[in-house]
């Protein structure tokens, strides 16, 4: 049976307080909808840049797998790390018809005007990630323009992985000897059977 799931998160451990503030307004708003049985995902003392959250991974399999059909949140920075997180996260219970609701915002993409609003900000990450390719295309012709080697500088030592390859050694000991891998050993050597 699917859910109502609600998401809460302080930074600190000595936030206690505004993680029961955020549970007390998300409970009243759950409990003025009707709603009774709902599910609580929490991180405690973990900031919201964090990439691992133990209550936000635990909510996320739940969604994945199901349980959940509508998620509400406090605001947008109790839940998101950033915008690109947060439009990924909406693109994702967008997929798996799970409703969002931030009470901060105002924001329930329930509504036709939540749906608008997530539309808007979901066009405007496309749009900025459209930028930010074409300003890095823009940058790299820019480059070769002037005449600028592109990609990291080879720190091979070519010369000594060729010599100790005319003298037999394995490519495991040209690598030892020339304190690089044996696949920088092999590129190595098949770029000068290339060229």
Do not use: P, W
């Not at 991180?43 to 840049?49: E, F, I, L, M, T």
């Not at 979901?122 to 323009?145: P, W």
Request: net charge positive; aromatic share 6%.
């Amino acid at each position: 049976m699917k859910q109502v799931a609600i998401y809460l998160r302080v930074s600190t451990d000595k936030q206690n307080n505004g993680l029961e503030a955020q549970e007390r307004a998300l409970k009243e708003f759950c409990r003025l909808k009707g709603t009774e049985k709902l599910q609580i995902y929490q991180d405690n003392g973990v900031s919201g840049a964090k990439e691992k959250r133990q209550g936000l991974d635990a909510l996320m399999r739940a969604a994945n797998d199901g349980k959940i059909d509508t998620l509400i949140v406090y605001s947008f920075s109790r839940f998101a790390r950033s915008t690109k997180h947060l439009i990924s996260a909406l693109e994702e219970f967008e997929r798996l018809g799970i409703k969002f609701i931030s009470l901060s915002e105002n924001i329930d993409t329930g509504t036709a005007m939540g749906k608008a609003v997530f539309t808007i900000l979901s066009a405007i990450s496309q749009l900025e990630r459209e930028l930010i390719v074409e300003r890095v295309k823009n940058g790299l012709k820019n480059a070769k323009a002037k005449g600028k080697k592109l990609g990291r500088s080879k720190t091979r030592n070519s010369n000594l992985i060729q010599e100790l390859a005319k003298q037999k050694y394995s490519q495991r000991r040209i690598a030892t000897l020339a304190g690089c891998s044996k696949t920088t050993v092999f590129r190595e050597l098949l770029s000068k059977q290339g060229g």
